[in-house]
């Protein structure tokens, strides 16, 4: 059965850091790209990072750049989001979805999505 589960969220103070993960199980991820998205409270949910197939990244929010990065090991189906420098804004729930192959900035391109990882960022 296909899943994608996220983990690696939490509670975090300011400055800090966190790794999130997206598993897959029931296929392989190694054709697909795999993007990061958050939903921050009452907010739309918005494209974060993505890593193609091939392991190029793609960045959809300017907010997170230099602080936020993206890898895949394929050998054990697995994408990552390393998230540093973490500031109370960053606080959302953030999901990973897949799409065959490129990445897209568009959520309806996604085809398949997990649950999502609460990250709270607070002192």
């Known amino acids: 059965q296909l899943q994608l589960v996220e983990s690696g969220g939490g509670l975090v103070q300011p400055g800090g850091s966190l790794r999130l993960s997206c598993a897959a199980s029931?296929?392989?991820?190694?054709?697909?790209?795999v993007g990061w998205f958050r939903q921050l409270p009452g907010k739309e949910r918005e494209g974060v990072l993505c890593?193609?197939?091939?392991?190029?990244?793609?960045n959809y929010a300017d907010s997170v750049k230099g602080r936020f990065t993206i890898s895949r090991d394929n050998a054990k189906n697995t994408v990552y989001l390393q998230m540093n420098s973490l500031k109370p804004e960053d606080t959302a729930v953030y999901y990973c979805?897949?799409?065959?192959?490129?990445?897209?900035?568009?959520?309806?391109?996604?085809?398949?999505w997990g649950q999502g990882t609460q990250v709270t960022v607070s002192s």
């Open positions: 029931g296929f392989t991820l190694d054709y697909y790209a």
């Open positions: 890593i193609s197939s091939s392991g190029g990244s793609t």
């Open positions: 979805a897949i799409q065959w192959t490129y990445c897209s900035g568009s959520l309806s391109e996604y085809d398949y």
